[in-house]
């Protein structure tokens, strides 16, 4: 069975910094492109950040760029997302994702993943 559980949201005050995980099981989690997403009330889910299968190639949503840092350990069968000076527009539940093969061209395409873990909170206060 399919399974992403994600860990580490919390609150934190702007400018502060979280480490999110996911942890994949019930697959071969090094053949899967790994994204980041987020969802704040009302809006609609985006994509932040994508890792392709061997970290070769990363790709960050503008709103994150120099802020945010992807990476995987496939050894580990896990996923996180570093982030630093955190902005209170920063606020959302962040998901992780994992959809079969390459990053190249979909990487913030939510219909092209297969897989989704439940979610952890990310609340930034100014």
């Known amino acids: 069975q399919v399974q992403l559980v994600e860990s580490g949201g919390g609150s934190v005050q702007a400018g502060g910094s979280l480490r999110l995980s996911c942890v994949a099981s019930?697959?071969?989690?090094?053949?899967?492109?790994l994204g980041w997403f987020r969802q704040a009330p009302g809006k609609e889910r985006e994509g932040v950040a994508a890792?392709?299968?061997?970290?070769?190639?990363?790709t960050y949503a503008d709103s994150v760029k120099g802020r945010f840092t992807v990476s995987r350990d496939n050894a580990e069968n896990t996923l996180y997302l570093q982030m630093s000076s955190l902005k209170p527009e920063d606020t959302a539940m962040y998901y992780c994702?994992?959809?079969?093969?390459?990053?190249?061209?979909?990487?913030?395409?939510?219909?092209?993943?297969?897989?989704w873990g439940q979610g952890t909170q990310v609340t930034v206060s100014s």
């Open positions: 019930g697959y071969t989690f090094s053949r899967h492109c």
């Open positions: 994702a994992a959809k079969a093969g390459s990053c190249l061209g979909t990487a913030f395409t939510i219909n092209a993943y297969n897989d």
């Open positions: 890792i392709s299968t061997a970290s070769a190639s990363r």
